[in-house]
């Protein structure tokens, strides 16, 4: 196990709604990509393999939690890396990137990254796709659920109306879902679109939801019509990684609640959560954060400046 489980639940009463505390999965680097690890990385090791190679865009935090636990596993990481607008956020996660090991290979395209993982492919590699939202690490978050309906069942926090969640791959929203219908939890799971094509993640999400389902053990597909998936797209703005003005004002009113997020991911999901809320369409907001709040200095310790083929990745 790389993570620290339970992660707690908290009540934000500045803005009337309870968070799942996911930012908290790991001291060493935390977020949601750590739950999707724990069942990847044990997969990769049982088939006997000795490097990952993944893809994702220049500042991911798929890719830097890879590098990070893959390395500590013994595994080489390698990424092939779209580009992506430049924040301080996104160099850091680069820099970090490279601090801990991982091979970088600057793509100017996802089609272009495909092709260049297929070319360093060898049968010592094990393949993970962005965001890590295969089947196997979708049930990382089938796990979370588990975890959640436990705590709800502790009277740790109210059952929800509705769970509020950031969908760039989709693996997290599919395995809540899977998840919450195989506990009997009652509840609508919202998923936040921060990535374009808006239409391509909502189809991979659902047929997602679809597969973790059967591979958790799942017998009966009506349980998930009892945790509706809504896929909102109204926060997207501009693209993937573009910041919003709705994602600044969240930033500002997470900040006073003590929450970090950065403008790609999380900043745009609270601003959905918030709209959940003041819509008064649901009583009980679950907003599942999901942006590592793990300091980050200590991964950055030794690291080089981006050399100029990685700068190439910063619009």
């Known amino acids: 196990m790389i993570g620290v489980y339970p992660t707690p639940v908290q009540r934000l009463e500045s803005v009337d709604m309870w968070v799942k505390r996911d930012d908290l999965t790991s001291p060493i680097y935390g977020g949601n990509k750590v739950r999707k690890l724990e069942r990847l990385i044990p997969e990769a090791l049982a088939r006997g393999k000795k490097r990952i190679i993944t893809v994702g865009a220049a500042g991911s935090h798929h890719v830097l939690a890879t590098a990070v636990f893959g390395s500590r596993a013994g595994l080489e990481v390698e990424a092939a890396l779209v580009p992506q607008r430049r924040t301080d956020h996104v160099v850091e996660n680069l820099r970090a990137d490279l601090g801990v090991g991982a091979t970088l290979r600057p ?19 094990y393949f993970v796709t ?24 502790a009277g740790e926090l109210p059952s929800p109306d509705a769970i509020v969640v950031t969908v760039g791959s989709g693996g997290t929203a ?15 799971v919202v998923g936040v679109v921060v990535a374009s094509p808006a239409w391509a993640v909502k189809i991979m999400t659902r047929r997602l939801v679809r597969a973790t389902f059967v591979a958790a053990g799942g017998k009966d597909a009506r349980l998930l019509r009892d945790v509706p998936l809504e896929l909102v797209t109204n926060q997207l703005g501009a693209g993937y990684g573009e910041p919003t003005e709705a994602g600044r004002r969240a930033e500002e009113v997470a900040g006073e609640a003590g929450l970090a997020l950065d403008p790609t991911y999380t900043a745009k999901c609270f ?7 003041q819509s008064a369409r649901f009583k009980n907001v679950l907003y599942w954060h999901t942006l590592s709040s793990a300091p980050i200095e200590p991964l950055l310790a030794g690291a080089p400046e981006l050399p100029a083929r990685l700068e190439r990745l910063l619009r």
């Not at 659920?145 to 069942?153: D, G, N």
């Not at 601003?271 to 809320?277: D, K, N, R, S």
């Open 271 to 277: 601003a959905g959560a918030l709209e959940c809320v």
């Open 130 to 153: 962005v965001g890590g939202s295969n089947v196997t690490g979708s049930l990382g978050y089938v796990d979370a659920a588990r975890e959640l309906a436990v705590q709800i069942r």
């Open 174 to 188: 599919a395995g809540l879902v899977a998840g919450l219908a195989l506990e009997n939890v009652k509840c609508a």
């Open 107 to 125: 793509v100017r395209t996802y089609p272009g990254a495909l092709l260049s993982m297929l070319l360093h492919m060898r049968k010592d590699t």
